[in-house]
């Protein structure tokens, strides 16, 4: 089992930064590959991006490279999610996640969810 906790939402600007993160506890989570999600109002939950189980490797959706960066750090067990330029429209409820097998895009990849933490950017 892994648990997951979300903190770090806010509202804020568009244009501001914000940098959520995501306290993973189980015994096994350094294993798992973490990602973040979101889902606006009205909306399907959307992949936002990936980080692999050691940290090397991340992949993220087209609406979020190059603004967002997600980083780990397994030795207390976190995962973050940095991100800068932020627009009206990454105005969500974001997730954090945790899946076995890379690289996971789809919700049905991933076995185990945090609550999620609110994310408003006003123009």
């Known amino acids: 089992q892994v648990q997951l906790v979300e903190s770090g939402g806010g509202s804020v600007q568009g244009g501001a930064s914000l940098r959520l993160s995501c306290a993973a506890s189980?015994?096994?989570?350094?294993?798992?590959?973490l990602g973040w999600f979101r889902q606006a109002p009205g909306k399907e939950r959307e992949f936002v991006g990936v980080?692999?189980?050691?940290?090397?490797?991340?992949y993220y959706s087209d609406s979020v490279k190059g603004r967002f960066t997600i980083s780990r750090d397994n030795a207390k067990n976190t995962v973050s999610l940095q991100m800068d330029s932020l627009r009206p429209e990454d105005t969500a409820v974001y997730y954090c996640?945790?899946?076995?097998?890379?690289?996971?895009?789809?919700?049905?990849?991933?076995?185990?969810w945090g609550q999620g933490t609110q994310v408003t950017v006003s123009s």
């Open positions: 189980g015994r096994t989570v350094r294993n798992y590959n």
């Open positions: 980080i692999d189980w050691n940290g090397a490797t991340t």
């Open positions: 996640a945790a899946a076995r097998l890379w690289r996971p895009t789809t919700e049905q990849q991933y076995a185990f």
